[in-house]
């Protein structure tokens, strides 16, 4: 997009609809079209739109992971054509790397991915991935949230190797949508932020799944305050505005 141009749609993706309810009722949203089992609420002319991933038919959860994240921004954009996509969600943390529950963290540098492992010439560089983001230097610090970089994989637990990778990237959160978010951003030429708050930490000997749902409501509290923060500041502020201002 026109650096000059100002930010009058935004568009968030979200993957479970218990993250993204506070931010529905903040606007005041209502579900609008949206090709199944993409799920949109938007406000009047679109101008902030949630999109969920949506729920599995066979076994009723939210459909967590890259390949409905891909499908949801996808639709997201071919149906309102946001000026910037938001990816909102929670994330594990890394104690070694100062991240703690509830933290909200906003993305940084790249995104990449922990679980994509293939071993051959170019192929190994294009599993990690290393999607751009824009430079959020100026909006952590309007927000008051930390940065990191954001590495993604489809499962919630992980393996050594996942863990050897997500060192590699120097990753401070990991989540199971960010970088395939990013990805769909990059094919259309789409701004992209990712902002995720802490459930649990990784490296924090607790397993997931249990810390997960300790902290789900605290974190998702915390990421909806801070994402609503984010989206009032940069609703109809220039791109130039938002990522470089100190001049
Ligand atoms: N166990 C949950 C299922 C949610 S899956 C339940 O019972 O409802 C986890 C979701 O939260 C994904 O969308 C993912 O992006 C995020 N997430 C939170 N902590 C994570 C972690 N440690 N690793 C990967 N994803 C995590």
């Known amino acids: 997009m026109d650096l000059n141009n100002k930010i009058e749609k935004i568009g968030i993706v979200f ?3 218990g993250e993204a309810l506070a931010t529905i009722h903040h606007f005041n949203l209502e ?21 969920l991933n949506g729920t599995c038919s066979f076994t009723g ?5 890259t390949q409905a994240a891909t499908l949801n921004t996808y639709v997201l954009i071919n149906e309102v054509n946001p000026d910037i996509v938001i990816n909102a969600g929670t994330a594990g943390g890394f104690a070694h790397s100062g991240a703690k ?8 540098n790249r995104v990449v991915y922990h679980d994509r492992r293939i071993p051959l010439p170019k192929f190994d560089e294009y599993g990690i991935g290393n999607y751009g983001l824009i430079n959020t230097d100026y909006l952590a610090k309007q927000i008051g949230i930390k940065q990191g970089i954001i590495s993604t994989g489809n499962s919630l637990d992980y393996v050594d190797r996942d863990l050897q990778l997500m060192k590699m990237s120097n990753a401070s959160l990991k ?29 924090g000997g607790i397993p997931t799944e249990v810390e997960f749902k300790a902290n789900f409501n605290l974190a998702t509290k915390n990421l909806n305050l801070k994402l609503i923060q984010l989206i009032d500041f940069i609703y109809q502020k ?10």
Not at 101 to 108: A, E, H, Q, S
Not at 177 to 194: D, G, H, R, T, Y
């Open 31 to 51: 579900r609008i079209n949206g090709n199944y089992p993409v799920e949109l609420y938007g406000n009047a002319e679109n101008k902030i739109v949630v999109s």
């Open 61 to 65: 959860v939210d459909n967590v992971g």
């Open 101 to 108: 529950i509830g933290d909200v963290y906003i993305g940084t």
């Open 238 to 247: 220039t791109m130039e505005e938002i990522v470089s201002p100190e001049k």
């Open 175 to 203: 989540d199971m949508e960010a970088a395939s978010v990013a990805w769909v951003c990059q094919l259309l030429n789409k701004a992209f932020i990712p902002i995720k708050s802490v459930t649990d930490m990784v490296d």
């Open 15 to 17: 993957a479970m609809k």
